[in-house]
């Protein structure tokens, strides 16, 4: 089964999304593959915690570790393929998933064993892909070589792309400097068989944030936001990414996921706490906090 026709199952018995919001328990198989953030901010760390809060179960492939902070990247330690497949085979004999996420890839030899382990072990399971190339201080996650091997062995079996504008016009060679630029691209990775893709124009400039969304079947959507002035951006990209992955898992359609995760990460970035000295991190635990007329609001507020 393909995987776009996977999700469109799913979704024809999937809860409505004012259910979701509403509190019912929907759970989500995703196993994230990406690199560990030890500031917390992005990478794994805010993909397990955007996939927990929005009621879905995460499992995680490391595919590199980092000394990482508000500031930059300080050092990263790779991991050795073999062993990133092994995570990913492990996983899915077992627990098995309902979407593979991947975030940092760190090179050619980590690409070719993610999309072998996918191959081999879930080859019915819908992949996103969130080609992470640049840490948001500007350090490399991605190396230069390696660029062409998403495009040759993730591209074809993703059936959702979320890069950026420079990951996009990286990816296609298009040059991403106005938000019709963001169609463009996305549809050059729909040529290259992607399912659907996601560019993201938080880079360009301007008050208004536009990002695209491109299906396969001709289809354009586009989600505005006004930006937001702070330094809190952190793992913005993975979070979102994350959001779109566990919504899939969870049923929703293509465009009910985006859109969810859309509002979660403005959510999130409204209420970060605005710790460190450089771009912060986001507030990922924002669902779980009180409602008024809850019962443990109305516990807090009696006190």
């Not at 000394?67 to 050795?80: C, D, F, K, S």
């Not at 760190?106 to 993610?114: E, F, G, I, K, L």
């Not at 400039?205 to 001709?218: F, K, P, Q």
């Not at 859309?262 to 507030?283: D, M």
Request: charged share 20%; aromatic share 2%; net charge negative.
């Amino acid at each position: 089964m393909a995987p776009c026709d996977y999700l469109a199952r799913r979704a024809a018995s999937a809860p409505r999304p004012s259910d979701l919001d509403a509190g019912v328990r929907v759970i989500g198989r995703v196993l994230v593959v990406a690199g560990s953030d030890s500031g917390g901010g992005a990478g794994l760390q805010a993909d397990v915690k955007t996939i927990t809060a929005l009621g879905g179960y995460a499992a995680t492939a490391v595919t590199a570790l980092t000394a990482q902070n508000t500031l930059g990247v300080h050092r990263i330690v790779p991991v050795e393929p073999e062993f990133v497949e092994e995570q990913m085979r492990v996983v899915l004999e077992d627990l098995g998933a309902d979407v593979i996420k991947t975030g940092m890839l760190a090179s050619v030899a980590v690409v070719r064993a993610v999309a072998r382990a996918a191959a081999r072990w879930a080859p019915g399971v819908p992949l996103v892909v969130d080609p992470v190339m640049i840490a948001k201080g500007g350090a490399p996650l991605l190396a230069g070589d390696a660029v062409q091997a998403v495009l040759d062995e993730l591209v074809p079996r993703a059936a959702l792309l979320t890069p950026n504008a420079p990951e996009a016009s990286a990816l296609t060679g298009v040059r991403v400097q106005e938000p019709d630029d963001l169609g463009r691209a996305a549809e050059q990775l729909l040529l290259r068989g992607a399912g659907a893709a996601l560019v993201k124009g938080g880079h360009l400039e301007g008050d208004t944030i536009v990002d695209v969304l491109r299906t396969a079947d001709g289809d354009e959507e586009r989600f505005t936001s006004e930006r937001v002035l702070t330094l809190s951006t952190h793992g913005t990209g993975c979070t979102l990414a994350s959001a779109i992955a566990v919504g899939l898992a969870q049923g929703l359609t293509l465009r009910h996921a985006v859109a969810r995760a859309h509002g979660y990460v403005r959510r999130a970035i409204e209420t970060a706490p605005g710790w460190g000295q450089g771009h912060g991190p986001l507030n990922h635990a924002h669902p779980l906090e009180p409602r008024p007329g809850s019962a443990q609001g109305t516990r807090e507020a009696l006190h």
